[in-house]
């Protein structure tokens, strides 16, 4: 039984980060004139309203996304992926939130494909249902960790995959690093993002131990809190962990980082990271 219904958290600051990222990743690919896969594992209902039910139960996205809304000056990325959700909210105000689904669509070109996969019987219609007239959309009610590697590697050999589990099941800590190995072993120069959640900092230091001994080289993380790690407050920061980032990623998350920590948390306990886990090997 899946309860997890991403309508409660859509535009929380995890989102933030985690479209930021993935709009700069995209955009990188989309730079050359040849195809490209788009996969998410783990798509959610693609598209939010803001005053949902969800979303005004939690009223998480007030302080993610509706402290950027009112923003004039900001880093350049920060700036590229807030014009995006400006577009899906084209009668201010901030109204409607858009999942990784719905971003990816808008940046994508005719040329492109995308593979959604979402297990939810809830979510999974909605996905469909807003992509019954783009034929480059095929969602799959199917698991993502297994869609992946049975799309890799994909015939334009140019691509990125996010990996976006809840992490409801402790399962999804070790299930994404399986994936990426063995997607990464199929198809070395993907593009891979995966997000995670920091609830408990042991899980994410054994995750990135992991990644450090898995053979994988150049891989980024970066990660953005909103309280001091604890054991008793639920999600105090998240992150995303980049293979292959594009070179512009670093420089450009090294401005909106600092920015995003001052901006989301203006009570002052925002903090942020961003590492190479490993680099270029020889
Ligand atoms: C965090 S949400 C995804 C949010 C989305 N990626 C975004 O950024 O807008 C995670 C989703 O994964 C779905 N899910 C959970 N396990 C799955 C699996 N093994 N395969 C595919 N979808 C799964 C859940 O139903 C949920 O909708």
Not at 142 to 168: F, H, K, Q, T
Not at 191 to 201: N, T
């Amino acid at each position: 039984m899946m309860s997890y219904r991403h309508g409660f958290h859509a535009g929380n600051f995890a989102d933030v980060l985690k479209h930021l990222v993935l709009v700069h990743c995209l955009r990188h690919l989309l730079r050359k004139d040849k195809p490209v896969l788009y996969l998410d594992t783990h798509a959610g209902a693609g598209l939010y309203a803001l005053d949902s039910d969800y979303a005004r139960k939690t009223g998480e996205y007030r302080s993610g996304i509706a402290r950027l809304w009112q923003q004039d000056t900001m880093p350049t990325a920060v700036a590229d992926y807030l014009a995006l959700v400006r577009e899906c909210n084209p009668a201010d105000p901030l109204s409607r939130y858009p999942g990784s689904p719905w971003l990816a669509a808008r940046l994508l070109r005719p040329c492109d494909r995308l593979l959604l996969h979402e297990l939810h019987s809830s979510e999974h219609p909605l996905l469909t249902g807003q992509f019954a007239d783009d034929s480059r959309v095929k969602v799959l009610p199917e698991d993502g960790y297994r869609g992946c590697i049975a799309a890799m590697p994909p015939p334009e050999r140019r691509g990125l995959v996010l990996m976006d589990p809840s992490y409801e099941l402790k399962s999804d800590y070790s299930q994404v690093v399986a994936t990426l190995k063995q997607a990464h072993r199929r198809f070395a120069t993907g593009v891979y993002a995966i997000w995670y959640p920091v609830v408990e900092r042991r899980r994410i230091a054994d995750l990135e131990t992991t990644l450090k001994d898995s053979g994988i080289s150049r891989i980024l993380l970066a990660e953005l809190g909103v309280s001091p790690d604890s054991m008793e407050t639920g999600m105090t920061a998240s992150g995303m962990i980049v293979v292959n980032p594009p070179y512009t990623l670093e420089n450009d998350l090294r401005d909106s980082l600092p920015w995003l920590a001052d901006t989301l948390v203006p009570a002052g306990d925002g903090h942020w990271r961003l590492e190479t886990l490993v680099g270029e090997r020889p």
